[in-house]
């Protein structure tokens, strides 16, 4: 395919391990968070993490939106559909997550709830319109790439009037996430998780651009290097960020040039600001309550929202106690440090929300790389 | 759930829909964020909208970069080998 299967060359991929080898220093490490969950696939899938030198270690961050999205928000969703009847339309990402009382949206489906996975917010208004006698609610998630579609199926909703049609907002920001890992206190207290730089979002950045990432640059004096999803990309971006650490420098730079401007889609931008505005405050999972880290629905539009619609409080649960999605979403723990990972939490039945993304931690090494912790044992002929 | 791909524009429908190529696979995209598109021009389609476009030229400049550094990192790797095999090297 144009455009992606050159960026997956793997000639060049050892060629550019060997170049940041070559500008490593000797005497120091290096440790990226790569945010989004893309990337955590990417180097997983294709060897990112095996090619870079032991020197270069890459930290998971909490960019996968599934995995963020805590129990209570699945919770609503649930409710929405199993006691107020409603059809509830979301992305196939999120039918899997684990929610209280043993129950997932798939669960709640199986026990009669009217759920329907949808592949655009645009599916979930014609299913409002396919349905005038029944609610159809659209779970939306995501981060700033899912949100632009989500504010136009609120305007198109407005100028047809569609009265059977509302969202159950849960769109999340990205660059307070980030700001929220370097406040962290195990960033910056106890320095646990050591991050010399992050590798920044591929498609989120081609909504929002690069700009909203040169503060914390200038502010924690941290270096990111926006970066594609396929594995040169996440190479070069290190070799990137290997420079900027050794001269010294924190800036923001775009290794994703193809798609990600400094401004980003305006067009997008301006749906986006229409519809939506900032949310006090959101739980995610793993990060606890962040303030200004999410999206709300306006006034003008609250006839569309869910929350207020249907009287939707919110109640925070707690993860399973034995669970590390928290700890690993901010890269204070990896997967194989739960105790959970590769037995009772597996794909095919996740405890955790790291376990259900393709795109989460957990999946992402369950899949590619678990071989990896079982030592080669030669055994003498 | 942030996978999105680059697919060629066939053809605009109307204001808002287009017919996208990708591998072989075609099928209707909103435009709405990308008002800017034209036929040919290669888009990037997430739960299906063209998100943005994708800029040909950059990404031919990237490529070239890539093989630049890739061809620089060989060389280095190979004088490194060198150094390492030759007498009283590696030190």
Redesign the interface.
């Known amino acids: 395919?144009?455009?992606?299967d050159?960026?997956r060359?793997g000639?060049?991929?050892?060629?550019?391990?060997?170049?940041?080898?070559?500008e490593l220093q000797p005497d120091r490490r290096y440790s990226f968070m790569e945010f989004?969950?893309?990337h955590t696939h990417a180097i997983a899938r294709y060897g990112v993490a095996e090619l870079l030198p032991p020197q270069v270690r890459m930290i998971h961050g909490p960019g996968?939106?599934?995995c963020v999205l805590p129990i209570g928000r699945i919770d609503q969703a649930i409710q929405m559909a199993l006691d107020q009847g409603a059809i509830v339309a979301t992305?196939g990402?999120t039918m899997r997550v684990p929610a209280s009382q043993s129950l997932s949206l798939m669960k709640a489906k199986a026990r009669g709830a009217d759920i329907r996975m949808v592949?655009?917010?645009?599916?979930a208004l014609k299913l409002a319109r396919q349905n005038p006698q029944r609610e159809v609610v659209f779970f939306a998630?995501?981060?700033e790439?899912?949100t632009?579609?989500t504010a136009?199926a609120l305007r198109q909703a407005a100028r047809e009037d569609l009265p059977n049609f509302s969202v159950l907002c849960c769109h999340v920001l990205t660059p307070s996430a980030i700001t929220h890992i370097l406040e962290s206190a195990e960033v910056r207290q106890y320095g646990t998780v050591p991050i010399d730089g992050f590798v920044g979002p591929?498609?989120?950045s081609?909504?929002i651009g690069s700009g909203p990432y040169e503060h914390f640059a200038e502010e924690y004096r941290k270096p990111v290097v926006i970066a594609g999803?396929e594995p040169?990309?996440v190479m070069?971006a290190v070799?990137m960020l290997v420079r900027q650490v050794n001269q010294g420098r924190a800036v923001v730079e775009n290794?994703f040039?193809?798609?990600?401007t400094r401004e980003g889609?305006l067009?997008?931008q301006a749906?986006v600001a229409e519809v939506f505005e900032l949310r006090e405050r959101f739980e995610w999972r793993g990060l606890g309550e962040v303030p200004y880290s999410a999206l709300k629905i306006r006034p003008a539009y609250a006839r569309f929202d869910a929350e207020l619609r249907f009287g939707l409080g919110y109640t925070p649960v707690p993860d399973h106690k034995k669970c590390e999605c928290g700890a690993i979403l901010r890269g204070v723990k990896r997967p194989t440090d739960c105790t959970l990972f590769g037995t009772v939490c597996t794909p095919e039945n996740p405890m955790g929300s790291c376990m259900v993304?393709s795109?989460g931690a957990c999946a992402a090494h369950y899949s590619y790389g678990r071989f990896r912790d079982i030592p080669v044992v030669s055994v003498p002929a | 759930m942030c996978l999105a791909l680059p697919a060629r524009v066939l053809a605009l429908l109307s204001a808002d829909e287009a017919v996208v190529e990708l591998g072989g696979v075609k099928k209707t995209v909103s435009m709405a964020l990308t008002p800017e598109a034209t036929v040919g021009d290669y888009v990037i389609v997430h739960v299906g909208h063209a998100i943005g476009l994708l800029d040909a030229l950059e990404a031919e400049r990237t490529l070239a970069l890539f093989a630049e550094m890739a061809a620089a990192g060989d060389a280095a790797a190979a004088a490194a080998q060198a150094q390492a095999a030759a007498p009283g090297g590696g030190a």
């Open positions: 395919m144009k455009y992606v050159e960026f060359d000639a060049v991929a050892r060629g550019l391990a060997a170049a940041i080898a070559a989004c969950g893309g996968c939106p599934v992305y990402d592949y655009s917010a645009a599916d998630i995501g981060f790439t899912t632009p579609p136009l591929a498609h989120v081609i909504i999803f040169l990309d070069q070799l290794e040039t193809r798609a990600v889609n067009a997008a749906a993304s795109e």
